[in-house]
C-alpha cells in the first residue's frame, strides 16, 4: 500500500513540475499571439476588469461587442481607472490597442498603462497617451511596452481632462522584440 | 523491500524530471536562437530605415502629393531634432483650455524632454520628463508621482501612410502609427499629431492644400477640409483647417468650424526648431506619493 502512496505522491509533484510553466501565462503568449478583453469582459462587473471611479455601462451599436464604459467628466481631487486584467506575459513586448468608436469618447489626455505582477514591486511597461477626442473610429494603436513584460493594462483619468472618457475594448500582441 | 521500491521509485521520477528538463532547456535555447536571429534583422532593418529617413529628410515636400503630407504629420519626430514652445489647446464644445509648455532635444543619441500643462491658465495638472532613462510626471492637483524607467535609443521607425490603416478580417479597422519611445503627453497633440494625420485626413477627397504662408517665422502648409460623418458628430463641427510645419510636419494650429465658429482650437504661441537651449526635469516633492494605477 505504502508503495502506491510513494508513487502517487511522486506522480503528483511531476505533473506539478511540468504544469507550473503554463499556470500564470496568458495561452496567446508567444510571438504573434494577441489577446482581447472587452469592456465587462463576457459579464456585467467581470473580475477580467476592475474600476475605479463612477463609469456608466452603456449599450451602442458602434462599440466593441455592443457596449462600453463612459466616465462623463473626470474627478476633482482624486484618479479614476477602468482595468483590464490581462494575464501577465513575460519574455514577450506587447503592443497596445484601445477601440475608440462611440462618438462620445472625447477625452484630449487619455493616459494608458500596463503593469506586470510577475514581481514584486510590480513592474510598470507602459505609459502612453492617446487624444480620444482625435482618434479615428476603431483600433487605435497606443504603444509598445518598454520592456518584454506584460499584464493589466489601465486607463487612468486624472483631474483636469474634460472630454468624457471612453472604455471599450482592449488589445494585445505580442512580439518577441 | 518496501525501501528499495520506494528508493527507486524516487531515482526513476528525478531520472523522467531530468530528461524533460534538458528537453525544455534545448528547446529554450533553439528559441533564444530564433530571437538573435530576428534581433540581427531588426538592426539590419533600422539601419535601412534610417537610410531611408536621412532621404526623406533631405527631400522637399511635394504639395501635390497628399500621401507625403500624411507621412511628414505623422512621422513629424524624424524631421527635427530640437524643439522648445508653447501653445493654447481650447474646445468650445467639452470646455478645455489648457497651455502646453514643451522642450525636447536629441543630442548624440540621448533625448531629454520636459512637458508642463496648464489648465484655465492657472493650475499645473501634470508635469513629466525624461532623462537618464528614467520617465517622471507628477500630478500636483493629487500630489502624486509616477516613475518608469525607459531606455529611449532612437527616434522609431518611419512609416508609410499604406502600412496605417488595416481592415481586420472582422470588418473593424485598426490604425497603426508609428512606433516611438517619445512620450509626450498633450505636447504630442502638436509635436506628434497622429491621430488628426491619419483621422482627419484619411478620406483624401476631403481636403486639399490651400496655400502655404509664414507663421512665428515658420513656412506652414495650409490645409483645409470637411470632417467625415463620424468626426462631424463627435467634434461637433463641420470643417476644419490645418497649419502644418513644411519641414517638419509639426501641427502649428487647427481649427474646426461649425456655421462660421470655432469649435477647437490649438495654436502655437512660440517654437524654436533646432536651436540651443537648456532642458528643465520634474523634481518631485517629497510630500508627493507614488501613484500605482492598475492594482
Request: proline share 2%; with cysteine; aromatic share 12%.
Amino acid at each position: 500500500m505504502k508503495r502506491f502512496q510513494v508513487l502517487f505522491a511522486m506522480l503528483i509533484v511531476f505533473v506539478f513540475f511540468v504544469s507550473y510553466g503554463g499556470i500564470q501565462a496568458s495561452a496567446a503568449c508567444v510571438n504573434g499571439g494577441l489577446d482581447v478583453l472587452d469592456n465587462d469582459n463576457n459579464a456585467i462587473g467581470s473580475s477580467d476588469n476592475a474600476i475605479v471611479g463612477p463609469w456608466e455601462y452603456q449599450k451602442s451599436t458602434n462599440s466593441f461587442r455592443g457596449d462600453h464604459r463612459y466616465l462623463p467628466s473626470s474627478p476633482t481631487s482624486s484618479i479614476y481607472e477602468y482595468n483590464w486584467k490581462f494575464s501577465s506575459c513575460s519574455g514577450h513586448y506587447g503592443n497596445v490597442y484601445a477601440y475608440v468608436w462611440d462618438t462620445k469618447f472625447s477625452n484630449e489626455r487619455a493616459s494608458y498603462r500596463m503593469f506586470n505582477h510577475q514581481s514584486f514591486p510590480a513592474s510598470q511597461t507602459l505609459n502612453v497617451y492617446l487624444n480620444q477626442r482625435t482618434a479615428p473610429g476603431g483600433w487605435n494603436y497606443v504603444g509598445k511596452t518598454t520592456h518584454a513584460k506584460t499584464g493589466v493594462l489601465a486607463l487612468i483619468v486624472p483631474t483636469g481632462a474634460s472630454g468624457g472618457t471612453g472604455a471599450d475594448a482592449a488589445k494585445i500582441v505580442y512580439s518577441s522584440y | 523491500m518496501k525501501k528499495i521500491i520506494a528508493c527507486f521509485t524516487l531515482i526513476s521520477c528525478v531520472a523522467i524530471g531530468s530528461v524533460w528538463g534538458l528537453a525544455e532547456w534545448s528547446d529554450i535555447k533553439k528559441k533564444i536562437g530564433k530571437q538573435e536571429e530576428k534581433a540581427i534583422t531588426v538592426k539590419v532593418n533600422a539601419a535601412t530605415n534610417e537610410v531611408q529617413q536621412k532621404k526623406e529628410i533631405a527631400n522637399s515636400l511635394d504639395l501635390k502629393n497628399q500621401e507625403a503630407i500624411q507621412e511628414r504629420m505623422l512621422n513629424s519626430y524624424q524631421f527635427f531634432n530640437s524643439v522648445k514652445g508653447s501653445f493654447h489647446y481650447a474646445s468650445k464644445d467639452v470646455g478645455f483650455d489648457y497651455t502646453v509648455n514643451y522642450q525636447l532635444k536629441w543630442k548624440n543619441k540621448m533625448v531629454k524632454y520636459y512637458v508642463k500643462t496648464v489648465e484655465n491658465n492657472k493650475n499645473a495638472i501634470d508635469e513629466l520628463s525624461y532623462d537618464a532613462g528614467e520617465l517622471k510626471t507628477i500630478y500636483p492637483n493629487v500630489k502624486k508621482y509616477e516613475k518608469i524607467k525607459l531606455d529611449i535609443k532612437n527616434k522609431g521607425v518611419f512609416k508609410k501612410i499604406g502600412e496605417v490603416v488595416v481592415r481586420n478580417s472582422d470588418g473593424t479597422k485598426e490604425y497603426r502609427y508609428p512606433e516611438t519611445q517619445l512620450y509626450l503627453g498633450m505636447a504630442e497633440n502638436s509635436l506628434h499629431s497622429k491621430e488628426i494625420a491619419v483621422g482627419f485626413l484619411e478620406e483624401k477627397n476631403l481636403w486639399t492644400v490651400k496655400r502655404t504662408e509664414q507663421l512665428l517665422g515658420r513656412q506652414v502648409v495650409v490645409i483645409e477640409g470637411t470632417l467625415n460623418p463620424y468626426y462631424q458628430e463627435k467634434l461637433m463641427a463641420d470643417t476644419f483647417t490645418l497649419w502644418m510645419d513644411q519641414s517638419t510636419g509639426i501641427l502649428m494650429k487647427y481649427e474646426t468650424i461649425r456655421n462660421g465658429e470655432i469649435i477647437d482650437l490649438l495654436e502655437t504661441t512660440n517654437i524654436k526648431i533646432d536651436e540651443e537651449f537648456e532642458v528643465e526635469t520634474v523634481a518631485i516633492p517629497t510630500t508627493y506619493d507614488i501613484y500605482t494605477p492598475g492594482k
